[in-house]
């Protein structure tokens, strides 16, 4: 019965094995993948408003539902004051086809959105609209809010 408690478990030798090499590890740590994700969904998140065209209209109320797009459309906006612009930036009402037709990255199939602002002139939009007409454009859309139900 004089068996040591330091000698059992290990097959009675009484010694330690050294230099044994432990196997591969054939798990994935997923760790940094998550935190590269979360890093960038919190870009993506923080980006996504900055995407949309700067410049302050106050758009019309519609019922009309929202499209679907799958690619980002070249976009006139037409402010309070009268102003056009293509995208961000200011242009002259004589100045507007030419660079429309520069711009044409898919042909005159491209879908132009016209985002007036409720208080502009309805002539000075029909004036927009016949000049990208006039720029061989045909797929025009009017960019309008939706009527909010109260």
Same mark, same amino acid.
């Given at each position: 019965?004089?068996?040591?408690?330091?000698?059992?478990?290990?097959g009675?030798?009484?010694?330690?094995?050294?230099?044994?090499?432990?196997?591969l590890?054939?798990?994935?740590?997923?760790t940094?993948?998550?935190?590269?994700?979360?890093?960038?969904?919190?870009?993506?998140?923080?980006?996504a408003p900055m995407?949309?065209?700067?410049?302050?209209?106050?758009?019309?109320?519609?019922?009309?539902?929202?499209?679907?797009?799958?690619?980002?459309?070249?976009?006139?906006? &037409?402010? #309070? @004051? $009268?102003?056009?612009y293509?995208?961000?930036?200011?242009?002259?009402?004589? =100045?507007?086809?030419?660079?429309?037709?520069?711009?044409?990255?898919?042909?005159?199939?491209?879908?132009?959105?016209?985002?007036?602002?409720?208080?502009?002139?309805?002539?000075?939009?029909?004036?927009?609209?016949?000049? &990208?007409? #006039? @720029? $061989?454009?045909?797929?025009?859309?009017?960019?309008?809010l939706?009527?909010? =139900?109260?």
């Amino acid at each position: 019965m004089g068996m040591s408690v330091g000698m059992a478990g290990r097959g009675g030798r009484g010694h330690r094995r050294r230099g044994r090499h432990h196997g591969l590890m054939s798990e994935i740590n997923v760790t940094p993948m998550v935190d590269v994700m979360l890093v960038l969904l919190i870009i993506f998140m923080v980006a996504a408003p900055m995407l949309t065209v700067g410049v302050p209209v106050d758009l019309p109320d519609t019922q009309a539902k929202a499209m679907n797009a799958d690619t980002q459309p070249i976009t006139v906006s &037409i402010d #309070a @004051a $009268g102003k056009i612009y293509l995208q961000n930036t200011e242009i002259p009402m004589d =100045d507007l086809v030419a660079k429309l037709q520069a711009i044409s990255k898919t042909g005159y199939d491209e879908r132009i959105f016209i985002r007036g602002d409720k208080s502009t002139d309805y002539g000075t939009a029909m004036k927009v609209m016949a000049r &990208i007409n #006039a @720029a $061989g454009y045909k797929n025009m859309g009017l960019v309008s809010l939706q009527e909010q =139900d109260q």
